[in-house]
């Protein structure tokens, strides 16, 4: 019997500096390549946020930032730069 896979997959990673490959710890580089999806956390400024998305668009696949509020930085919502390298798709779990 064959299973045919009919739902995207992603494992998010939420720590470490993904900048480059050499960077990433093994399972990072598991979740980044074998994911449908790229799945990441980022509390930092908009700045910031533009940095990863640039970092993770070499794994050529949609960006989901599945968490960004931290109420101790001061980040309450998501604040998109504006930069055409940053077009993720927002989705936050309360």
């Avoid at 580089?29 to 956390?41: A, G, I, K, M, V």
């Avoid at 055409?84 to 779990?93: G, I, K, R, T, W």
């Amino acid at each position: 019997m064959t299973h045919r896979i009919t739902t995207a997959h992603t494992a998010g990673v939420w720590a470490g500096n993904w900048e480059i490959d050499e960077n990433l710890s093994p399972l990072d580089r598991t979740c980044l390549t074998q994911s449908d999806h790229t799945s990441f956390h980022c509390y930092g400024k908009p700045e910031r946020l533009e940095k990863v998305i640039g970092w993770l668009a070499r794994f050529d696949r949609p960006k989901l930032c599945t968490e960004y509020i931290a109420r101790t930085t001061g980040l309450t919502e998501l604040r998109i730069p504006d930069s055409s390298v940053a077009n993720p798709e927002s989705l936050h779990y309360p």
